[in-house]
């Protein structure tokens, strides 16, 4: 079996912006991020927790579900971020957030931005 040639590898980032309201709500980002980086492009993913998207990378937030999911996703190298002024506003800290869950100031991300080849929003 040969794959097609024209599945190249894309600089993705995915942008969280909800809030989280059901205990699905983090499964369905990991299950995402799951698709896009272990499909035949192999895409680079970084998942960026931003407004009201930041209560999903919350430690809370992880259970038997999202578990294996987010095992997964870091072993093939997704990134996570936090935006650092969503959490600042939400009186949230980075002890608060789940194992591999960096924070990310507002300059840093526009860089992060710069190199991205596609964004994504959620």
Not at 7 to 29: G, Q
Request: net charge negative; proline share 2%.
């Amino acid at each position: 079996m040969s794959y097609p040639t024209d599945c190249y590898s894309k600089d993705v980032l995915l942008f969280v912006n909800r809030a989280n309201f059901s205990k699905d709500s983090l499964l369905e980002v990991l299950t995402m991020a799951c698709g896009l980086v272990g499909g035949l492009s192999e895409h680079k993913l970084e998942i960026v927790f931003i407004g009201d998207g930041v209560t999903e990378c919350l430690a809370a937030c992880l259970n038997k579900e999202t578990e294996p999911y987010m095992v997964y996703a870091k072993s093939l190298g997704v990134a996570f971020w936090a935006d650092k002024y969503s959490l600042d506003i939400r009186g949230l800290s980075q002890e608060q957030l789940f194992e591999g869950c960096a924070v990310i100031p507002l300059e840093d991300l526009a860089e992060l931005m710069k190199k991205s080849d596609i964004h994504l929003r959620l």
